[in-house]
């Protein structure tokens, strides 16, 4: 059965922010990515990270989950878990083409029913790549992440990973990631980016995600 995802509502859940700090004596480019979800605290915490419910919504991922153990998110990134505080933080060294970085949760209980989650990634500075790319490159993938973990939490049904293929090449598929990029390239200028180079960044990170050529 087709999948139908309101993209406006998806898009317009999400709070985005850009900045730059440092990290263990070197300067980082943070993304940052808020957004609240209609489940309790408790239960959007086990959704993140016990396996068997990732593997629901996001993808597979085998490891040692305690303070100090590694994971593997199979197909994507692996990383060492530095700090779990149930069930409102979780830090992990994230390594995706053996390039290393940071991932940060936190979650904190929006009234009785409701979780608000930020999540910040933290990337050593890379002046070349994120000219080129700008907060979109990982900005629209983790948007993506928070999709399905809203579409899980809502239905209570797994992922249907050809349904969502078939989804992601579709003129909504499509519209996501281009809104997507459009969103981060206005935080990038939020946070001083020149708009022209801001724009153009955002149309590479949309070529980049939906396979086309970038201009």
């Given at each position: ?75 994507n990134a692996s990383g060492e878990i530095l700090r779990c505080d149930p069930p409102e933080e979780l830090a992990v060294t994230w390594v995706f083409n053996e390039q290393l970085s940071w991932v940060d949760l936190f979650l904190t209980a929006e009234g009785d029913e409701g979780t608000r989650l930020v999540l910040e990634h933290l990337a050593p500075v890379d ?89």
């Amino acid at each position: 059965m087709p999948m139908h995802i309101d993209v406006s509502r998806q898009i317009g859940a999400v709070t985005r922010r850009v900045e730059t700090r440092t990290r263990e004596d070197m300067p980082v480019f943070v993304i940052r990515a808020e957004r609240t979800f209609d489940t309790p605290l408790d239960d959007t915490w086990d959704a993140i990270t016990n396996p068997e419910r990732l593997s629901r919504w996001f993808l597979p991922v085998s490891g040692d989950f305690r303070p100090g153990g590694s994971f593997r998110i199979e197909g994507n990134a692996s990383g060492e878990i530095l700090r779990c505080d149930p069930p409102e933080e979780l830090a992990v060294t994230w390594v995706f083409n053996e390039q290393l970085s940071w991932v940060d949760l936190f979650l904190t209980a929006e009234g009785d029913e409701g979780t608000r989650l930020v999540l910040e990634h933290l990337a050593p500075v890379d002046p070349e790549f994120q000219a080129r790319y700008g907060p979109g490159a990982g900005g629209v993938g983790w948007e993506q992440a928070f999709m399905g973990l809203d579409l899980y939490l809502t239905s209570g049904e797994p992922g249907d990973p050809e349904a969502y293929a078939a989804w992601s090449a579709s003129p909504e598929g499509l519209a996501m990631v281009e809104q997507s990029s459009e969103a981060w390239g206005h935080a990038a200028i939020a946070a001083g980016t020149d708009p022209e180079e801001a724009h153009a960044a955002a149309r590479r990170t949309t070529a980049f995600y939906t396979g086309a050529e970038a201009g």
